[in-house]
């Protein structure tokens, strides 16, 4: 599998369930970071957990990380229609010095119904 | 909150023309990135820019792209012939620092770019 591989692809939940998007990455990382893309717009940062944390909460968002096996999972707790989006975990890679890109995962697609 | 801007939204060209896509990045960012999404493909690195120069670049980043900062504020992603296959989402995109500086990347709204 490639980096960053979440898990469900496709998610639909009832809106106020919680909604639990997985990704697995393979490489080391010193963070990993969580974004949202509604359909055909562009990407909004959520959170960033660094490789010594795991857990790090904003507002409805909760996310773990485990280094030992190399995976995180993003918890939005109480859903809400808007929060219907593809959910992309990314982690960087390459250069500390340059900037490093993010490579991104294929996403969850979540949708969430009234 | 601060945005990183992108120019145009959306932009048609022929096979074989030149095209410059803007940006203006958040203000006090330094370093610079853009990425692109084929329709129902995973979002791809192009190219990191930092301190005038190009950090790195994926290998989709061939002789065709160039990018450039030719002020203060503005950086641009220029594809000097056109493929159809260039066909696709443009998103830059800012981020304050890097590695243990790193808090996260602001993105632009994205150029869909349609070679026909």
């Known amino acids: 599998s490639q980096q960053g591989e979440e898990d469900p692809q496709a998610l639909s939940i009832q809106e106020g369930e919680n909604a639990t998007m997985n990704c697995s990455y393979k490489?080391?990382?010193?963070?990993l970071q969580w974004y949202r893309q509604n359909s055909g717009r562009g990407l909004v940062h959520l959170i960033l957990i660094r490789s010594n944390e795991r857990e790090k909460h904003s507002g409805r968002l909760r996310v773990t990380l485990d280094t030992s096996k190399k995976s995180s999972s993003l918890l939005i707790t109480a859903s809400r229609a808007a929060d219907t989006a593809s959910y992309f975990c990314?982690?960087?890679?390459?250069?500390?010095?340059?900037?490093?890109?993010?490579?991104f995962g294929t996403g969850t697609q979540l949708k969430v119904e009234l | 909150e601060p945005e990183v801007t992108q120019t145009p939204s959306h932009q048609v060209t022929q096979m074989g023309q030149e095209v410059i896509l803007r940006c203006v990045p958040i203000?006090?960012?330094?370093?610079f990135y853009w990425y692109r999404q084929i329709l129902g493909q995973k979002v791809e690195f192009l190219v990191s820019f930092y301190n005038n120069e190009i950090s790195e670049k994926s290998e989709i980043f061939d002789d065709q792209f160039s990018v450039e900062r030719p002020d203060g504020s503005n950086f641009t992603l220029k594809i000097r012939s056109t493929k159809l296959e260039d066909s696709a989402m443009y998103f830059c995109?800012?981020?304050?620092?890097?590695?243990?500086?790193?808090?996260?990347?602001?993105f632009g709204s994205g150029t869909r770019l349609t070679v026909v």
């Open positions: 203000s006090n960012h330094l370093y």
């Open positions: 990314a982690t960087p890679q390459g250069l500390t010095g340059g900037g490093n890109k993010l490579t």
């Open positions: 490489t080391s990382i010193n963070n």
């Open positions: 995109a800012s981020s304050v620092g890097s590695g243990a500086r790193n808090y996260g990347y602001t």
